[in-house]
Protein backbone atom coordinates (compact mmCIF):
# COMPACT_ATOMS: atom_id res chain seq x y z
CA UNK A 1 0.00 0.00 0.00
CA UNK A 2 1.23 3.32 -0.85
CA UNK A 3 2.98 5.20 2.15
CA UNK A 4 0.88 8.48 1.76
CA UNK A 5 -2.71 6.69 2.37
CA UNK A 6 -1.23 4.46 5.32
CA UNK A 7 0.02 7.89 7.22
CA UNK A 8 -2.09 11.30 7.81
CA UNK A 9 -0.96 14.40 6.76
CA UNK A 10 -1.27 16.75 9.50
CA UNK A 11 -1.39 20.29 9.15
CA UNK A 12 0.98 22.23 10.57
CA UNK A 13 0.44 25.60 12.01
CA UNK A 14 2.18 28.32 11.27
CA UNK A 15 0.64 31.27 13.20
CA UNK A 16 -2.58 31.66 11.44
CA UNK A 17 -4.76 30.53 13.70
CA UNK A 18 -8.18 30.57 11.40
CA UNK A 19 -6.85 28.63 8.17
CA UNK A 20 -5.24 26.18 10.51
CA UNK A 21 -8.18 25.46 12.71
CA UNK A 22 -10.55 24.59 9.13
CA UNK A 23 -7.87 22.09 8.46
CA UNK A 24 -7.94 20.23 11.60
CA UNK A 25 -11.25 20.70 12.42
CA UNK A 26 -12.42 18.78 8.89
CA UNK A 27 -9.55 15.94 9.24
CA UNK A 28 -10.49 15.58 13.45
CA UNK A 29 -14.00 15.04 12.29
CA UNK A 30 -13.12 12.52 9.07
CA UNK A 31 -11.97 10.47 11.74
CA UNK A 32 -14.99 11.22 14.24
CA UNK A 33 -12.97 12.68 16.96
CA UNK A 34 -14.18 15.85 16.87
CA UNK A 35 -16.02 15.68 19.70
CA UNK A 36 -12.89 15.90 21.70
CA UNK A 37 -12.85 19.32 21.18
CA UNK A 38 -16.38 20.14 21.24
CA UNK A 39 -16.91 17.96 24.75
CA UNK A 40 -14.28 17.49 26.08
CA UNK A 41 -12.39 14.63 27.91
CA UNK A 42 -13.96 14.77 31.67
CA UNK A 43 -12.05 12.18 33.80
CA UNK A 44 -13.70 10.17 36.57
CA UNK A 45 -13.51 11.13 40.03
CA UNK A 46 -11.23 9.19 42.38
CA UNK A 47 -13.12 6.53 44.25
CA UNK A 48 -16.14 6.63 42.13
CA UNK A 49 -16.99 3.22 40.69
CA UNK A 50 -17.83 2.88 37.63
CA UNK A 51 -19.80 -0.20 35.80
CA UNK A 52 -17.83 -2.63 33.10
CA UNK A 53 -19.91 -0.40 30.49
CA UNK A 54 -19.20 2.93 31.98
CA UNK A 55 -15.69 1.63 32.12
CA UNK A 56 -15.29 0.59 28.88
CA UNK A 57 -16.63 4.54 27.47
CA UNK A 58 -14.24 6.05 29.66
CA UNK A 59 -11.34 4.25 28.17
CA UNK A 60 -12.57 5.02 24.51
CA UNK A 61 -12.77 8.65 25.38
CA UNK A 62 -9.23 8.62 26.93
CA UNK A 63 -8.36 6.99 24.40
CA UNK A 64 -9.42 9.56 21.72
CA UNK A 65 -8.59 12.68 23.77
CA UNK A 66 -5.23 11.21 23.12
CA UNK A 67 -5.04 10.89 19.76
CA UNK A 68 -6.39 14.20 18.95
CA UNK A 69 -3.41 15.16 21.41
CA UNK A 70 -1.20 13.30 19.04
CA UNK A 71 -2.70 15.57 16.43
CA UNK A 72 -2.47 18.50 17.73
CA UNK A 73 0.94 18.15 19.02
CA UNK A 74 2.23 17.06 15.58
CA UNK A 75 0.97 20.41 14.51
CA UNK A 76 3.29 22.44 16.72
CA UNK A 77 6.84 23.51 16.64
CA UNK A 78 8.67 23.50 19.80
CA UNK A 79 7.99 27.25 20.72
CA UNK A 80 4.40 27.04 20.35
CA UNK A 81 3.84 23.73 22.20
CA UNK A 82 5.93 25.21 25.27
CA UNK A 83 3.42 28.34 25.38
CA UNK A 84 0.97 26.01 26.13
CA UNK A 85 1.29 25.70 30.13
CA UNK A 86 -2.28 22.91 30.45
CA UNK A 87 -1.62 20.20 28.43
CA UNK A 88 -4.09 18.18 30.03
CA UNK A 89 -6.75 17.57 27.81
CA UNK A 90 -7.33 18.07 23.62
CA UNK A 91 -10.30 20.88 24.15
CA UNK A 92 -7.88 22.66 26.96
CA UNK A 93 -4.79 22.65 23.91
CA UNK A 94 -7.30 23.60 21.37
CA UNK A 95 -8.66 26.36 23.59
CA UNK A 96 -5.35 27.79 24.44
CA UNK A 97 -4.54 27.86 21.21
CA UNK A 98 -7.61 29.44 20.15
CA UNK A 99 -7.02 32.28 22.92
CA UNK A 100 -3.35 32.96 21.87
CA UNK A 101 -3.58 33.15 18.44
CA UNK A 102 -7.38 33.58 17.19
CA UNK A 103 -7.52 37.31 18.09
CA UNK A 104 -10.43 39.09 19.08
CA UNK A 105 -12.92 40.58 16.97
CA UNK A 106 -10.86 44.19 17.13
CA UNK A 107 -7.88 42.82 15.67
CA UNK A 108 -10.55 40.81 12.94
CA UNK A 109 -11.95 43.82 12.13
CA UNK A 110 -8.81 45.29 10.97
CA UNK A 111 -7.50 42.58 9.12
CA UNK A 112 -10.12 42.43 6.99
CA UNK A 113 -10.21 46.24 6.53
CA UNK A 114 -6.12 45.75 5.20
CA UNK A 115 -7.71 42.31 3.21
CA UNK A 116 -10.33 44.52 1.88
CA UNK A 117 -7.52 47.17 0.46
CA UNK A 118 -5.63 44.29 -0.95
CA UNK A 119 -8.67 42.82 -2.60
CA UNK A 120 -9.69 46.14 -4.09
CA UNK A 121 -5.99 47.26 -5.64
CA UNK A 122 -5.56 43.69 -7.23
CA UNK A 123 -5.06 43.65 -10.97
CA UNK A 124 -4.39 41.30 -13.56
CA UNK A 125 -0.63 41.19 -14.57
CA UNK A 126 0.76 42.04 -18.14
CA UNK A 127 1.51 38.18 -19.12
CA UNK A 128 -0.39 36.81 -16.52
CA UNK A 129 -2.35 33.41 -16.51
CA UNK A 130 -5.88 33.27 -15.98
CA UNK A 131 -5.18 30.67 -13.69
CA UNK A 132 -2.24 32.96 -11.91
CA UNK A 133 -5.26 35.89 -11.78
CA UNK A 134 -7.79 33.51 -10.30
CA UNK A 135 -5.55 32.38 -7.78
CA UNK A 136 -4.53 35.43 -6.47
CA UNK A 137 -7.95 36.76 -6.35
CA UNK A 138 -9.34 33.62 -4.51
CA UNK A 139 -6.58 33.65 -2.22
CA UNK A 140 -7.57 37.06 -0.74
CA UNK A 141 -11.29 36.77 -1.22
CA UNK A 142 -10.64 33.28 1.39
CA UNK A 143 -9.15 35.54 3.68
CA UNK A 144 -11.70 37.83 3.69
CA UNK A 145 -13.75 35.13 4.39
CA UNK A 146 -11.89 33.29 7.09
CA UNK A 147 -12.03 36.46 9.21
CA UNK A 148 -15.82 36.62 8.99
CA UNK A 149 -15.96 39.01 5.94
CA UNK A 150 -19.67 38.16 3.41
CA UNK A 151 -18.37 38.52 0.00
CA UNK A 152 -20.15 36.71 -2.75
CA UNK A 153 -19.37 34.86 -5.83
CA UNK A 154 -20.88 37.26 -7.70
CA UNK A 155 -18.56 40.56 -6.20
CA UNK A 156 -15.77 37.93 -6.75
CA UNK A 157 -16.94 37.47 -10.95
CA UNK A 158 -17.17 40.70 -10.84
CA UNK A 159 -14.06 42.08 -9.82
CA UNK A 160 -12.39 39.81 -12.35
CA UNK A 161 -14.33 40.87 -15.22
CA UNK A 162 -13.17 44.15 -14.36
CA UNK A 163 -9.48 43.91 -14.14
CA UNK A 164 -8.80 42.01 -16.76
CA UNK A 165 -5.82 43.09 -19.52
CA UNK A 166 -7.21 44.53 -22.24
CA UNK A 167 -6.90 41.68 -24.20
CA UNK A 168 -9.96 40.13 -22.41
CA UNK A 169 -12.15 43.10 -23.94
CA UNK A 170 -14.09 41.16 -26.45
CA UNK A 171 -14.56 38.54 -24.13
CA UNK A 172 -15.67 39.98 -20.69
CA UNK A 173 -18.38 41.62 -23.32
CA UNK A 174 -19.61 38.25 -24.47
CA UNK A 175 -19.79 37.23 -21.07
CA UNK A 176 -21.51 39.33 -19.73
CA UNK A 177 -23.99 39.66 -22.65
CA UNK A 178 -24.81 35.71 -22.52
CA UNK A 179 -24.35 34.87 -18.87
CA UNK A 180 -25.79 36.12 -15.42
CA UNK A 181 -22.77 37.34 -13.61
CA UNK A 182 -25.04 37.55 -9.99
CA UNK A 183 -25.91 33.12 -10.31
CA UNK A 184 -22.75 32.36 -12.24
CA UNK A 185 -20.18 30.45 -9.94
CA UNK A 186 -16.43 31.97 -9.75
CA UNK A 187 -15.41 28.20 -11.48
CA UNK A 188 -17.88 28.55 -14.10
CA UNK A 189 -16.51 31.99 -15.25
CA UNK A 190 -12.67 30.82 -14.89
CA UNK A 191 -13.40 27.99 -17.30
CA UNK A 192 -15.04 30.28 -19.64
CA UNK A 193 -12.65 32.56 -19.68
CA UNK A 194 -10.03 29.84 -20.23
CA UNK A 195 -12.07 28.11 -23.39
CA UNK A 196 -12.73 31.89 -24.63
CA UNK A 197 -9.50 32.77 -24.81
CA UNK A 198 -8.28 29.32 -26.32
CA UNK A 199 -10.40 30.10 -28.74
CA UNK A 200 -9.13 33.57 -29.58
CA UNK A 201 -5.75 31.93 -29.90
CA UNK A 202 -6.34 29.44 -32.21
CA UNK A 203 -8.04 32.35 -34.27
CA UNK A 204 -5.37 34.76 -34.00
CA UNK A 205 -2.72 31.78 -35.26
CA UNK A 206 -5.09 31.18 -38.09
CA UNK A 207 -4.75 34.90 -39.41
CA UNK A 208 -1.14 34.84 -38.54
CA UNK A 209 -0.64 31.43 -40.62
CA UNK A 210 -2.71 33.07 -43.68
CA UNK A 211 -0.60 36.21 -43.45
CA UNK A 212 2.85 34.37 -43.28
CA UNK A 213 1.45 32.74 -46.27
CA UNK A 214 0.63 35.53 -48.26
CA UNK A 215 3.74 37.54 -47.65
CA UNK A 216 5.86 34.43 -48.55
CA UNK A 217 4.10 34.94 -51.94
CA UNK A 218 4.43 38.67 -52.49
CA UNK A 219 8.21 38.18 -52.13
CA UNK A 220 8.53 35.28 -54.66
CA UNK A 221 6.53 37.88 -57.12
CA UNK A 222 8.84 40.46 -56.71
CA UNK A 223 11.61 37.86 -58.09
CA UNK A 224 9.44 36.26 -60.32
CA UNK A 225 8.45 38.96 -63.14
CA UNK A 226 7.32 35.97 -65.81
CA UNK A 227 4.08 35.98 -63.66
CA UNK A 228 3.41 39.35 -63.72
CA UNK A 229 0.43 39.04 -66.16
CA UNK A 230 -1.76 37.01 -63.61
CA UNK A 231 -3.42 38.75 -60.47
CA UNK A 232 -0.59 39.00 -57.92
CA UNK A 233 -0.86 37.69 -54.62
CA UNK A 234 -0.36 41.56 -53.43
CA UNK A 235 -3.67 41.88 -54.96
CA UNK A 236 -5.38 39.05 -53.32
CA UNK A 237 -3.53 39.33 -49.95
CA UNK A 238 -5.64 43.05 -50.03
CA UNK A 239 -8.85 41.89 -51.33
CA UNK A 240 -8.52 39.52 -48.39
CA UNK A 241 -7.48 41.73 -45.64
CA UNK A 242 -10.20 43.94 -46.38
CA UNK A 243 -12.37 41.26 -45.26
CA UNK A 244 -10.52 40.30 -42.21
Excluded: C
Amino acid sequence: MNEDKTHTKIPFFDGHYDHWSELMENLLRANGLFGMIERGFVPHLEGTLLSDNQQALLDDARLKDHQVKNYLFQALDRSTFEQILDRSSAKVVWESLKKQYGGNEKVKKSLRNALRRDFEVLEMKRGETIESYFGRVMMVANKLRSNGEAITNSKINEKILRTLTDQFTYVVVSIEEARDIEVMTVDDLRSTLMMMNKNSIGMEKKKMTRFQRLKKGIMTEEKDVAHIDRPSTRQQWSAINATI
